[in-house]
């Protein structure tokens, strides 16, 4: 391994795939081969591997003793790293590795130096390089690069792990900010080029399809709220030609995207009043829609906008036409065209949201002026839209940020410290960051994982720093450590507060088993899966539903109505369940034939795994749940 410039760190691999095993060489970087036969045609890939400058002086003298793990994950059981994989001297170049499978789609990297970790995963692509971001686990990094003017910002992820900063205001001399571009699998922080046709301030940002979408906004020149939208090309490095038309001006409003790929704009303003319209912009046609589209009961100003896990739409916060925030929560159905339903929420001086993968969503409350003690800061919205108090946080609450979830299990800035979520107690706990010296998180600030905080370092007015804080690697082809639900709740998730009694998992019971009442849920985090197989055993003879989710919220319940007579209580039974496409059987114990449920998933739709309480008993117990990926690597 060598330095480059920028503490970038280059390491080498080579594997060949099939039967022949590990092919040998030389060359600068990394390699993937594919493709073995008895004469191989071999495809030399590079793996680049890179540190960020501002943190890592450490990596810039490695020894000898430095290691690294490289671990591929794709739809299928990957063990752990091999010894060889596992001990990679970092101090070297053209390193051989064993063979890293043709069907990884992700790259997970561990490294050591000295007693400092450092950790980063990046998608594979089918061909092409691939670049992985090493961070020091738990503790802050600036990234190289950063804004020279700090107001007005927009910051949000869009594909190919990439993050946009779009706004700012023009400088004395009358240039507007360029858009920048943060990319996540090298650290590099560029100015977009083409740059934006309009310069705005208040814009939307998602991802649209593999590119990235600019909706709204202020122009930063004549301060007029404009009504189209511009895309961000990847390929260009920068904008498309052309915009798109939107159905009305609309700056500082909300957006999610749908399950189905579209941008959903929610609210804002129109520079008069605030909106109370919504409208969908599809990546396919270029066009935006507002008919058959549903309006929000209490037009709003930047609202956060969240996709639940059954794909249903969560609008919450806001603010109207007066600046007072708005208390209203409202649920749209998953393509948004119909109203499901309203709740309050209560009023506070700042507010955070986060969606859970278990269902419905987590809300931390900053209490406003004169609140009390009795005061309650931290809500679980369940996937009902009952709002559930959980343990409020105790201590300073001025400027709540939530970040990711993996494990289900959010990271929150308070303002002064960080914490963590922590499901199975329904409480926040210190998330243990290594900082020497307090963060300084901005308003501007992004997710671009579940593991993974981004954000602008307010410290510098005049020149603020992208910062980055690396708190887990896990997603969705992340291997399980074994059978779940034997010792503990690990790796799975309630959609209900456990101080409910609604979900609990106890390990003095049939030697660890999970209860769940009817409609009550807890689900697989991160993973999700192609073809798989599910076993699990119901030691009482009061079974749970096992539930296998898609992206749109479509469910199958295997002992539910949807696919019935799969499980009948009364004694002790293991329920096993394969899915391959769009076919699905079922077995429970020793009963054969295999029989077949009919399933609303489409055949390359990923799933998520859950265990539900049946509607005709009082609970559901469940243990040992154990799920495999069927796929080859």
């Known amino acids: 391994m060598r330095t480059g410039r920028g503490g970038r760190r280059e390491s080498a691999a080579w594997a060949c795939f099939g039967a022949l095993g590990a092919a040998v060489g030389a060359a600068s970087g990394a390699v993937i081969f594919a493709g073995c036969q008895k004469d191989p045609i071999v495809t030399t890939r590079t793996v680049t591997l890179h540190a960020p400058e501002g943190c890592a002086p450490g990596l810039a003298n490695l020894d000898a003793m430095a290691r690294g793990a490289y671990w591929p994950l794709g739809d299928f059981d990957a063990p752990a790293p091999s010894a060889s994989q596992a001990d990679v001297p970092l101090a070297s170049q053209g390193v051989t590795l064993p063979e890293i499978a043709p069907a990884a789609r992700a790259l997970r990297v561990d490294a050591n130096e000295g007693e400092r970790a450092w950790t980063g995963t990046s998608s594979v692509a089918a061909s092409g390089a691939v670049d992985v971001l090493l961070l020091p686990a738990l503790t802050s990094c600036m990234l190289r690069g950063s804004l020279t003017q700090g107001a007005g910002e927009q910051m949000a992820p869009i594909a190919d792990g990439r993050v946009l900063v779009v706004g700012g205001r023009e400088s004395p001399g009358g240039t507007p900010p360029p858009t920048v571009v943060v990319r996540l699998d090298t650290g590099s922080v560029t100015a977009a080029s083409p740059a934006l046709a309009?310069?705005?301030?208040?814009?939307?940002?998602?991802?649209?399809?593999?590119?990235?979408?600019?909706?709204?906004?202020?122009?930063?020149?004549?301060?007029?709220?404009?009504?189209?939208?511009?895309?961000?090309?990847?390929?260009?490095?920068?904008?498309?030609?052309?915009?798109?038309?939107?159905?009305?001006?609309?700056?500082?409003?909300?957006?999610?995207?749908?399950?189905?790929?579209?941008?959903?704009?929610?609210?804002?303003?129109?520079?008069?009043?605030?909106?109370?319209?919504?409208?969908?912009?599809?990546?396919?046609?270029?066009?935006?829609?507002?008919?058959?589209?549903?309006r929000l009961a209490v037009p709003r100003i930047t609202p956060s906008v969240l996709r639940l896990a059954s794909g249903e739409v969560l609008v919450a916060g806001g603010a109207d036409a007066n600046g007072v925030a708005v208390l209203t929560l409202e649920w749209f159905s998953p393509d948004a065209s119909q109203t499901k339903r309203t709740e309050d929420l209560v009023a506070g001086s700042a507010r955070a949201y986060v969606a859970l993968q278990s269902g419905g969503a987590l809300a931390v409350i900053a209490p406003p002026a004169g609140a009390d003690a009795?005061?309650?800061?931290?809500?679980?919205?369940?996937?009902?839209?009952?709002?559930?108090?959980?343990?409020?946080?105790?201590?300073?609450?001025?400027?709540?940020?939530?970040?990711?979830?993996?494990?289900?299990?959010?990271?929150?800035?308070?303002?002064?410290?960080?914490?963590?979520?922590?499901?199975?107690?329904?409480?926040?706990?210190?998330?243990?960051?290594?900082?020497?010296?307090?963060?300084?998180?901005?308003?501007?600030?992004?997710?671009?994982?579940?593991?993974?905080?981004?954000?602008?370092?307010?410290?510098?007015?005049?020149?603020?720093?992208?910062?980055?804080?690396?708190?887990?690697?896990?997603?969705?082809?992340?291997?399980?450590g074994g059978p779940l639900l034997v010792s503990d709740a690990g790796d799975l998730s309630p959609d209900h507060l456990v101080t409910s009694g609604?979900?609990?998992?106890?390990?003095?019971?049939?030697?660890?088993?999970?209860?769940?009442?009817?409609?009550?849920?807890?689900?697989?985090?991160?993973?999700?899966?192609?073809?798989?197989?599910?076993?699990?055993?119901?030691?009482?003879?009061?079974?749970?539903?096992?539930?296998?989710?898609?992206?749109?919220?479509?469910?199958l319940e295997v002992g539910g109505v949807s696919c019935s007579g799969a499980i009948v209580s009364g004694s002790p039974l293991t329920l096993v369940v394969e899915r391959r496409g769009t076919n699905l059987e079922w077995t429970v114990s020793s009963d054969t034939p295999s029989k077949a449920c009919a399933t609303p998933f489409t055949a390359d739709a990923r799933l998520s795994i859950g265990v539900r309480g049946a509607p005709d008993l009082s609970r559901g117990v469940v243990r040992n749940l154990r799920v495999s990926r069927l796929g080859s690597p």
């Open 198 to 294: 309009t310069a705005r301030i208040g814009a939307t940002i998602t991802a649209f399809g593999g590119e990235g979408l600019v909706a709204g906004g202020v122009d930063v020149r004549s301060g007029a709220p404009l009504d189209d939208a511009e895309i961000y090309d990847p390929a260009r490095g920068g904008f498309a030609p052309g915009v798109i038309a939107l159905s009305t001006p609309r700056a500082q409003a909300g957006a999610v995207v749908l399950a189905t790929g579209e941008t959903l704009l929610v609210g804002g303003t129109d520079g008069t009043t605030p909106l109370g319209s919504m409208e969908i912009v599809d990546p396919v046609t270029r066009t935006a829609r507002a008919t058959n589209v549903a």
């Open 374 to 480: 009795t005061f309650h800061n931290t809500w679980v919205i369940d996937p009902d839209g009952v709002l559930e108090a959980a343990t409020s946080i105790e201590g300073a609450l001025t400027q709540p940020a939530l970040f990711g979830g993996a494990g289900d299990a959010p990271v929150l800035w308070t303002g002064d410290r960080w914490l963590r979520w922590q499901p199975w107690l329904g409480t926040f706990g210190a998330l243990g960051a290594l900082d020497a010296a307090p963060a300084h998180v901005g308003v501007v600030s992004a997710s671009p994982d579940r593991g993974l905080a981004l954000w602008l370092d307010s410290s510098n007015t005049s020149e603020p720093r992208f910062t980055a804080l690396r708190f887990d690697v896990r997603g969705e082809y992340s291997p399980l």
């Open 502 to 555: 609604a979900v609990t998992f106890d390990p003095m019971l049939d030697g660890g088993a999970l209860t769940l009442e009817p409609g009550a849920s807890a689900f697989v985090t991160d993973r999700t899966y192609a073809d798989v197989r599910v076993e699990l055993d119901a030691p009482t003879g009061a079974p749970a539903l096992l539930v296998l989710r898609d992206p749109l919220g479509h469910e």
